[in-house]
Structures are given as structure tokens and as C-alpha cells.
């Protein structure tokens, strides 16, 4: 037994399948680009009526009494376009006019609405012999030309020879019309060959074979030598034609089909769009001016260099001069935060991806305004909204449906609705994302043309977009947009205003006094002028003592939330203990006190143990401990706050180590915050370890710790995957994080507070020792601290 295909399965892989009768323009028209037309391809609509004026001639015999024959014709003339091709024009006219009855004029305009209404994709590309229509054209799921195209990916061409590959293309004409034509010829053939398709048969057969419907190509009449062609004429057409509708769809789809914003192309296909006789235009390219004038920008590239993966964002905003900045990403970074660390799957999937590169271009549409060789400001608002949208391409071609309208595929609309500051919404932006078909072959599209088919290659795309736009992005441009603020901020200075609010003050009572000579009015209004002003200089009183206030504010955030983070570490290690425990005296029987409980016993002991070296730690965080320096030993300091990770050492392969010159070096500090560097630093280590671990299973972590004197500091190392000597002052601003956004809560906080700490003991904390286990990286801290008070 086999799978036996019915009739109506045919009709689901076509008019079903085929989401929009713009997207069946678009398979039609990438057949013309597969052909290798030299000319490109024409579109040409003959609408004579349209669908809806024929239904509605029709509605009229069942819903009108004392309807005549004439008055049917007569209407249905009334409704003819007025630019309809003559030739159809008149042979719709003569089939209405011959109507002997009503039920005969039924049956006469359906059948020249059938025949006087359709679409005609004509190109030059190499055609379709007899056995072309015969073997290929008529297979459902041909492998003509995927074996071509997994020929070239083979060969490591850089192109694809083709765009379609599935085979079910072709079937798109049934979304537009039942009935199709199809004339073609290759450059060796002596005649024309011929197939026509009655899609309504499928619909009659229905549950019978596909094979009861025959289709048999024919040979036409004699063609010229040398001449390759295909003509496709769609007719009995489903949908009611306009020439708005047509230029909607040419302006929103297909001036969106090949990559609007390749300037550089030398000769970019044809499409030409016709209506009647008319040509409609369309708007093939962005216009320049406008994305050179964009209020921000970010470009990137994602590539595989020397089988590693590496993603250089460039980001730029000429709104609020922002300095232009460059991230750069490698292995490490990437696999954090693509989500596969997360999602426990492999660092692998980051190669298969393939390389892409993207740009986007950001307006803030409150601050739109007139721009040279554009147009003026309501211009540029229009040709905005007709180009917002990022767009996938491939091979300079779309993927539908990415860009349209409404379609938001990375998720930014989102990401805007839950951020604050600056919207990068997809309403705001334009752009682009450039793939392959042999760079990129695991990004394939799904058979009804509705995005990419859902694999880990595309979530990774979408989900380091994701990040580029809203994070890095978003935050470049809030920090641009805060500088600027901050630069009018920084000049505001409370001595100097407080001094010119009483000269203010003293002039306003002088020219009071000077008024109150001459002024013969109501006395009362002097004094209302003279409290308005005392209650503004109140105000500004208010403000500056809300200013101080702000900043004392800051300082006490800082501790509460690197208390926080102590509180998430040790709720994890109890949670860890505690479901220990509960498995553990789970195994010990109600009764039984022999050897085996004296073990359980024992074990619990232990992790009761690492709950009290846990909760030991955070003693000294109090707020009344954290204000109160006192001569610290470091090594017992350091020795403490490592017995408390033992167990977690343990579970992430993780050897740790202190060497000291001298046990008794001690130092004037707030233990407290010196605690709280230490448990910052042993977390990044450990997350940044397993990464490194996931692409080397057999890496064993180490974390080295030495204590130096004259002058006293901490050297705090790890073997991990370092960081970027570019990043050396970056990872320590607030809410800087590379890990994925989903699970970083704290979103960065980690080091700042470290340093801020770090700065609240009088002393600092730096990367140093570039390039000690890794080129050009970062993989040991420093922190200095003060010698303790004799």
C-alpha cells in the first residue's frame, strides 16, 4: 500500500495553501526570476468588470421584482470599466447582448466573466519544452530544482542557483484564477507547447484520485528560431480587480520583493505592473536621503571566523551626537545570549546559523522635520510609514511575510510596550536582515510562505536581533539621550542659583517700592505680586534640597540592592539544601536506628552546615554592621566567603584557592562590603565558567586568589573565558550584561555595585593582567584597599 492523493488535495497546496493573492503574484513572479528572464517579467491585468459588479448584476434577479432582460444588460454595460481592453470589451458585450431570456443572460455572463477577465505573467526566460510540461511541470514536489540548488550548496557557491525549490509554487495561479494557460517555448523548440488546467475539475473530483483529471500538454502553432518564452494567462478570476488595488499591493509587496535598499545593483529585475492598459507604478528603492538622515542607526555582522562565531554590532545616533560604538561578541557572549545555554542545547547550533548582516534605522516621529532632496516634513512622515518594517531577504530577495505590515517577528513592539525610555517599535524603525540560501540552509521557509520554518537556527536569528535592538540599542540611544539632558544638568550649580534668586529677590522688592510710589490701584495686588514670587523662590528651594536628597537616595539603593543580591544567591543555595534534606530523610525508615540512619544523620548535618556558612555571609551585610570599619583580617575574610561556596564549587568543577604572603595582612574596611565584592566576583566566575565549559566539556574551572601587599590589594582571578580587553570599563556601568536577558534579572548590576563598594572602602576596582590566560583578555580583578590602622 502507498498514499493514494486525491483531487482536493491539489486545491490545499494551492488556492488554500497560498495565504494572499499578493503572495501568488510573488510565485508567479519569482518563476520569471528562476527562468532567467533577460527582460524581466510584465504583469498585465485585462479586467473588462469586475467580480463584485457581476454579483451584484446577478443579486439582482432574486432580490427585484419586475427586473427585465433589458434592464439586466443595460446595468451590466452600465458597470463595464471604463479602460477595458476593446477587443475583450466587445466580446463580453456581444455574449450579454445575445441573451434570448433571463436564465439565458445567467448563464452568458458567467461565462464571459470566465473568458473577458485576465491575468497575463509573460517573460523571456528559458521556457518549457513537451517533456518540461510533461515530467516537471505536472510532478507536484519536483527535485528538479533542489537537487540543483543542494548541487550548489555543495560546491560552496556563494549563490543559490534559484529561489523556489519545493515544487508547489506553480500552484500559486489557482489563488488568482480556475482557469490557466500556459504557452512556452525553449530556444531548441519548433513550436509552441501548450497546457491548460481547469482547476474547477479538482473541485468536482474531490475525493477521487488526482489522477482522474487529465491534463495533457499540446503543441501550438510554429514559433521563431532562437526565441525562449512563457506566457501564463489566468482566467475565470476569483477576486474583484482594481487599479488601486493592484497599486496597494505594488507599493506595500511588490516594490518590497527585491531588496529596496541595494543602490549598488547595477541592474535590478524588471517588474512591470499593468492595469488596463496602464502602467502602475511602484517605488523600487528607498529613498537614500532619508535613511542618511535617520535619527540613529545600528549595522552588523554576523560571520564564522576560523569555525568560531563572532557578531559586531556598530551603532550610531546623529539626534543626540552619540559617539559611534562598536560591540563585539564571540562564542562566549553569543551562547548566553542566543538562549541556548538556557535551553541546554549546543554552542554548534551558533555555526550552523550561518552568517547574516542587518541594518536598522531609527526616527523618533516627534522630531520629523523637512529634509534636503526628501520633501518636507509631511513627506518624510509619508514615505516612513510606507517603508517601516525590518525585512528578511534572501539572496536580495523577501521572505514573506516579514515587514508587512503589522508583522512584528522579533518580538520589538514587545520589547517597546515593557521598556522605558526610547519606543523601538516596529512603527519606528526600517531595515533589513540579509541571509543566504547556501550560507544559511537551515533557514528554509515554510511551504505557505509565512515566515521561516520554526528550527533552532531561526529562533537564534530572531533572538540575538531581538537583543541588538532592545538592549544594546535601546540602551545606547537612552544613554545618549541622558548625556545630552546631563550636559544642561551639570551646568546647574545650587550655590550660584541660590544667589541669583536673591538678586532677583532684591530687585523685584526695589521695583515693588518704585511701583507702590506711583500706583494708585488696590494695594493688594503689589502684595500678590510680592508672595507669587516668594512662593517660586520656595520652589526653587525645594528643588535644591530634592537634588541633594536624589543623590543621598542613590548611595542607599546601592546597598539595598547589592543586599538583594546576596538574598537571590543564598535563597538558591538553601533551596538546594533543603531538597537534599527532604530526599534524605525521605530514606530514613520511622523505626530504624542502625547505620544506615546514623549516615542519613550525618549527611544532614552537612547540609545543615552549609546553611549556617550561608547565613554567615550575610551577617555581615546588616544594615547597622555595613557602617562600621574595623581592622579586617583578609585571609580569614577570603577564607569564609570561599568554605560557603564549597558545595557549589563542587557541583561546577570548580577549584578554588587563596595564596597569601602573609596570613595576618588585615585591612581598616566595612567587611560588609568587601563580603559583597567577593560573592559578586565568584558568581560572574561561575557563570562565565560554564559557559566556557559548554564548548570544552572537559574544561576544569579554577578561581586564584592572591593577597599583595605594599600597597595592600586583592588579586581575584578565574581560567573562564575572560572578557574583552574593548569591554575593560563597560562591564563595570550598571545594567551592562551580555548574558541573555530572559534570566538576568539583575541585568548588570553585579560589578557596578562591586565597584561602587569597592570606591566606598576608599579604594578601587579594575581589570588587570590583560592577555594572563587568554589573547587580548581580561581574566583577573584588582582591588585595592587600605592598610589597617595600627
Not at 77 to 92: C, G, H, S, T, V
Not at 597 to 623: D, M, N, W, Y
Request: charged content about 25%; some cysteine.
Amino acid at each position: 500500500m502507498s498514499f493514494e492523493i486525491t483531487a482536493r488535495t491539489i486545491l490545499h497546496l494551492g488556492a488554500d495553501l497560498i495565504s494572499s493573492d499578493a503572495v501568488a503574484l510573488y510565485e508567479l513572479i519569482k518563476n520569471s526570476i528562476d527562468a532567467k528572464s533577460t527582460t524581466g517579467v510584465d504583469v498585465v491585468f485585462e479586467i473588462v468588470i469586475r467580480s463584485s459588479d457581476v454579483s451584484t448584476v446577478l443579486d439582482m434577479i432574486e432580490s427585484r421584482d419586475g427586473v427585465t432582460l433589458e434592464i439586466l444588460k443595460a446595468e451590466t454595460i452600465n458597470r463595464i470599466l471604463i479602460n477595458a481592453p476593446d477587443e475583450l470589451k466587445e466580446k463580453f458585450v456581444a455574449a450579454v447582448q445575445s441573451a434570448k431570456s433571463i436564465a439565458d443572460f445567467k448563464l452568458k455572463i458567467t461565462e464571459a466573466y470566465r473568458w473577458c477577465n485576465r491575468i497575463v505573467v509573460s517573460d523571456s526566460g528559458h521556457g518549457m519544452s513537451h517533456d518540461d510540461l510533461k515530467y516537471v511541470f505536472l510532478t507536484i514536489g519536483t527535485t528538479s530544482r533542489a537537487k540543483a540548488v543542494n548541487d550548489s550548496l555543495s560546491a560552496g557557491n556563494e549563490k543559490s542557483p534559484y529561489l523556489g525549490e519545493k515544487g508547489v509554487g506553480r500552484l500559486s495561479a489557482m489563488r488568482l484564477g480556475k482557469h490557466l494557460r500556459i504557452e512556452t517555448a525553449t530556444v531548441e523548440d519548433d513550436r509552441t507547447n501548450i497546457l491548460v488546467i481547469d482547476w474547477s475539475e479538482f473541485e468536482r473530483a474531490y475525493d477521487k484520485p488526482a489522477s482522474s483529471v487529465k491534463i495533457t500538454p499540446e503543441f501550438g502553432e510554429r514559433k521563431k528560431r532562437g526565441v525562449s518564452f512563457t506566457r501564463v494567462i489566468i482566467s475565470d478570476i476569483s477576486a474583484a480587480w482594481t487599479a488601486d488595488r493592484l497599486l496597494n499591493i505594488a507599493r506595500t509587496q511588490i516594490s518590497r520583493m527585491m531588496d529596496p535598499f541595494s543602490w549598488a545593483e547595477k541592474r535590478r529585475f524588471q517588474v512591470r505592473l499593468e492595469f488596463n492598459g496602464t502602467a502602475v507604478d511602484q517605488v523600487k528603492v528607498v529613498a537614500k536621503g532619508l535613511l542618511d538622515n535617520a535619527h540613529g542607526k545600528c549595522s552588523g555582522r554576523y560571520e564564522i571566523v576560523s569555525g568560531s562565531p563572532k557578531l559586531t554590532v556598530n551603532i550610531e545616533s546623529s539626534l543626540y551626537d552619540g559617539p559611534k560604538t562598536e560591540h563585539v561578541f564571540d562564542l562566549s557572549d553569543l551562547y548566553a545570549q542566543s538562549g541556548l545555554k538556557q535551553s541546554g542545547q549546543p554552542h554548534s547550533i551558533l555555526k550552523t546559523l550561518g552568517p547574516f548582516t542587518f541594518e536598522f534605522y531609527w526616527y523618533n516621529r516627534q522630531r520629523l522635520k523637512a529634509m534636503e532632496g526628501v520633501g518636507d516634513r509631511e513627506a518624510v512622515r509619508s514615505l516612513i510609514k510606507a517603508w517601516t518594517g525590518i525585512c528578511l531577504f534572501r539572496d536580495g530577495y523577501r521572505v514573506l511575510p516579514y515587514g508587512d505590515a503589522g508583522d512584528d517577528w522579533l518580538g520589538l513592539d514587545r520589547e517597546a510596550l515593557a521598556a522605558s525610555g526610547y519606543k523601538l517599535n516596529t512603527k519606528q524603525l526600517i531595515g533589513r536582515v540579509n541571509i543566504s540560501r547556501n550560507n544559511n540552509p537551515k533557514l528554509l521557509d515554510q511551504t505557505n510562505r509565512q515566515g521561516l520554518k520554526d528550527c533552532p537556527e531561526s529562533e537564534v536569528l530572531v533572538q540575538l536581533l531581538n537583543i541588538v535592538v532592545s538592549r544594546w540599542w535601546h540602551d545606547y540611544l537612552n544613554d545618549a539621550g541622558k548625556v545630552q539632558k546631563r550636559q544642561t544638568e551639570l551646568s546647574f550649580d545650587s550655590i550660584k542659583e541660590s544667589s541669583a534668586v536673591d538678586t532677583l529677590e532684591q530687585r523685584t522688592k526695589a521695583t515693588l517700592k518704585a511701583i507702590r510710589r506711583d500706583f494708585d490701584g488696590d494695594a493688594r495686588l503689589l502684595e500678590q505680586v510680592k508672595d507669587a514670587f516668594l512662593e517660586v523662590k520656595e520652589a526653587h528651594a525645594r528643588a535644591v534640597l530634592r537634588i541633594s536628597t536624589v543623590e543621598e537616595e542613590k548611595d542607599r539603593l546601592t546597598q539595598l540592592a547589592g543586599v538583594g543580591l546576596m538574598v537571590e544567591v543564598i535563597a538558591h543555595e538553601l533551596t538546594r539544601a533543603t531538597e537534599l534534606t527532604q530526599v534524605t530523610l525521605k530514606r530514613i525508615g520511622k523505626k530504624s536506628v542502625d547505620e544506615e540512619t546514623s549516615a542519613a544523620f550525618k549527611v544532614l548535618g552537612q547540609q545543615i552546615k552549609v546553611i549556617q556558612k550561608r547565613l554567615h555571609t550575610l551577617e555581615p551585610l546588616s544594615v547597622s554592621a555595613r557602617q562600621r570599619r574595623s581592622n579586617i583580617n583578609i585571609c580569614d575574610v577570603l577564607t569564609y566567603v570561599l568554605d560557603a561556596h564549597t558545595a557549589q564549587f563542587e557541583r561546577h568543577r570548580i577549584s578554588a584557592s587563596i595564596a597569601a604572603n602573609s596570613k595576618m595582612a588585615s585591612a581598616f574596611i566595612i567587611e560588609g562590603h568587601m563580603v559583597q565584592i567577593l560573592e559578586n566576583l565568584i558568581n560572574n566566575s561561575i557563570y562565565w565558567i560554564d559557559v566556557f565549559r559548554c564548548e570544552h566539556t572537559n574544561f576544569q574551572g579554577e578561581i586564584f586568589i592572591e593577597i599583595l601587599e605594599s600597597p595592600l590589594r586583592i588579586k581575584y582571578s578565574d581560567n573562564g573565558p575572560g572578557i574583552p580587553a574593548a569591554r575593560q570599563e563597560s562591564v563595570f556601568e550598571a545594567f551592562y550584561s551580555t548574558k541573555n536577558t530572559s534570566v538576568s534579572r539583575r541585568q548588570g548590576l553585579g560589578l557596578y555595585i562591586a565597584r561602587q563598594n569597592a570606591e566606598m572602602l576608599g579604594g578601587g576596582l579594575y581589570l588587570v593582567d590583560v592577555g594572563r590566560y587568554r589573547s587580548d583578555r581580561f581574566n583577573t580583578f584588582e582591588l585595592e584597599l587600605k592598610e589597617s590602622k595600627e
